[in-house]
T-cell receptor
Framework: DTGVSQNPRHKITKRGQNVTFRCDPI?????LYWYRQTLGQGPEFLTY????????KSRLLSDRFSAERPKGSFSTLEIQRTEQGDSAMYLC??????????FGAGTRLSVL | DAKTTQPTSMDCAEGRAANLPCNHS???????VYWYRQIHSQGPQYIIH???NNETNEMASLIITEDRKSSTLILPHATLRDTAVYYC?????????FGAGTRLTVKP
């Protein structure tokens, strides 16, 4: 068990570019979650998957954001046409059947 | 999910018990109380959770009041490495709503 893995750890991009982050959950976990965290605030829920199905999306997840989990294993979070307000830490977590959520170290996005 | 209220910050002396309070007066009967902590630049780390009964594990103890409107996380012998932001969360749907948490500083 290597824990939840997120790549890249850091991403710097220019405003208007598209970015994609990857999350590899703990292998037997069927649920996968995405959160966003800005400086000084707690993580904010964005969306979660049960296997490959996306079951809930926060209103924070604008139409520029899309998340996928095509085979019920790893997940990607894409942000299109990035804005400076998208600068944040993007956290991924996984759980088994809705139990304890285990978090990755996050991807820190800086939009210049 | 229940709204939780925590003090913004607390200090604790190294080696002493750290008692972190949380109010969750709107918690519903099937909502668990979860505690996580986040050390700078890392993802949140699970500590403990409970429904009605007090719980203890190798990291901490969780005391939940009988009316379930508040709880206390106890770190029995705080170390400098326990300096972190501690989050109390009421959760039933598994879409956890984190607040701003309590910044605990353990001082030598």
């Amino acid at each position: 068990d290597t824990g939840v893995s997120q790549n890249p750890r850091h991403k710097i991009t220019k405003r208007g570019q598209n970015v994609t982050f990857r999350c590899d959950p703990i292998s037997e976990h069927n649920r996968l979650y995405w959160y966003r965290q800005t400086l000084g605030q707690g993580p904010e829920f964005l969306t979660y998957f049960q296997n490959e199905a996306q079951l809930e999306k926060s209103r924070l997840l604008s139409d520029r954001f899309s998340a996928e989990r095509p085979k019920g294993s790893f997940s990607t979070l894409e942000i299109q046409r990035t804005e400076q307000g998208d600068s944040a830490m993007y956290l991924c977590a996984s759980s088994f059947r809705g139990g304890i959520q285990y978090f990755g170290a996050g991807t820190r996005l800086s939009v210049l | 999910d229940a709204k939780t209220t925590q003090p913004t910050s607390m200090d604790c002396a190294e080696g002493r018990a750290a008692n972190l309070p949380c109010n969750h007066s709107t918690i519903s009967g099937n909502e668990y109380v979860y505690w996580y902590r986040q050390i700078h630049s890392q993802g949140p780390q699970y500590i403990i959770h409970g429904l009605k009964n007090n719980e203890t594990n190798e990291m901490a103890s969780l005391i939940i009041t009988e009316d379930r409107k508040s709880s206390t996380l106890i770190l029995p012998h705080a170390t400098l490495r326990d300096t972190a932001v501690y989050y109390c969360i009421g959760d039933k749907n598994n879409d956890m709503r984190f607040g701003a948490g309590t910044r605990l500083t353990v001082k030598p």
